[in-house]
């Protein structure tokens, strides 16, 4: 897949070559359950590959091919990647906190506008994983 030539996309092309051993390996995948998360990422990233290789062929005026399984990994993926990247903002704010910083240096660093947006914004994330990990979301 090559999405452009940022070194963002270079950086995921890599991490995307580095995974495929561990592809490879499904009894690390299936004895470990450590592994599902990354073999739900793996799967969805590989179908987003899929999907925006197909989107680019139908913009080159060639015929897109996207199979519904791919389609719906996809979108999965973004949902998991949401509540990984909130579960990690919401321990680096607490770390932040609890190394001094206050709500005004947090919000500086999150483009935000005022301390109580960034308090907020905490909160909000932690309600949201608290419901996730309730069932409730």
């Known amino acids: 897949m090559t999405l452009d030539s940022t070194p963002a996309a270079r950086r995921y092309e890599t991490a995307l070559e580095n995974l495929a051993p561990l592809r490879a390996r499904p009894d690390l995948q299936e004895d470990l359950p ?7 990422l793996w799967d969805g990233a590989d179908a987003l590959s899929k999907v925006m290789d197909a989107s680019t062929r139908s913009q080159d005026g060639g015929e897109p091919a996207i199979a519904t399984d791919d389609l719906t990994a996809a979108l999965a993926l973004f949902e998991d990647l949401r509540q990984q990247l909130d579960h990690l903002e919401c321990q680096v704010i607490m ?5 001094g910083m206050d709500w005004g240096q947090i919000k500086d660093q999150q483009g935000l506008k005022t301390p109580q947006a ?3 914004r905490y909160q909000r994330l932690m309600t949201r994983l608290e419901e996730i990990r309730q069932g409730v979301r």
């Open 34 to 40: 450590v592994w599902a998360p990354a073999r739900r």
């Open 118 to 120: 960034a308090s907020q």
């Open 95 to 99: 770390e932040a906190r609890r190394h």
